[in-house]
């Protein structure tokens, strides 16, 4: 019998050993997560905000106007928005249209004056223009009906080269008055 309860003592003995061994270390465990420093998740930099605008270029068959969507940053101002949806039509279409503006013209600014918006273009717009009537009208409405596409509140635009108003590009439409949209430009 006494050699029955030294094995139960011997059992009972490593059994409070791997007990407190198990304690101990869940003790120091937890004494190390508390004395580190907390650690701080790095700021990632937040992507700004987009938007999704519609743009308009020449077609493939060069007959008319059709849409581009583009994702474009916010700006802070609708001025400042204005003038950057004009510069993706600058910029050129992604996919398979046509090109509508010259690739060397600057767009100045925008200014939205109750629901017309005044677009100032750089001389390089005028320069670069091909010539012919198809030309300077693609050019016109594609800036046109991208402004007021995506800005529901303009009834027309206004152009300006280098900040003065302009009554024509190369003759073949009067641009003296602001110019409002004209969809049945677009062949899908």
Do not use: C, W
């Not at 869940?26 to 987009?50: C, G, M």
Request: glycine share 8%; net charge negative; proline share 6%.
């Amino acid at each position: 019998m006494k050699r029955r309860t030294n094995k139960a003592k011997g059992v009972l003995l490593v059994a409070f050993l791997v007990f407190a061994i198990v304690v101990g270390l869940l003790v120091l465990r937890k004494y190390r997560t508390a004395s580190q420093p907390a650690q701080v998740a790095p700021q990632t930099e937040q992507a700004p905000d987009t938007r999704v605008v519609t743009l308009f270029f020449g077609n493939e068959e060069g007959s008319g106007l059709a849409r581009e969507g583009r994702e474009i940053a916010v700006e802070d101002t609708a001025d400042d928005m204005v003038a950057s949806v004009v510069d993706e039509l600058v910029v050129g279409p992604l996919g398979s249209l046509a090109p509508s503006l010259p690739t060397n013209a600057r767009v100045l600014g925008a200014h939205l004056k109750g629901d017309v918006a005044e677009v100032d273009f750089s001389h390089e717009l005028v320069e670069g223009l091909p010539e012919g009537s198809s030309a300077e009208m693609t050019a016109v409405y594609s800036v046109v009906d991208t402004v007021a596409a995506n800005f529901p509140q303009v009834k027309g635009v206004q152009f300006l080269i280098d900040g003065k108003p302009v009554k024509e590009f190369k003759g073949h439409l009067d641009l003296s008055a602001p110019i409002p949209p004209d969809f049945t430009l677009e062949k899908k």
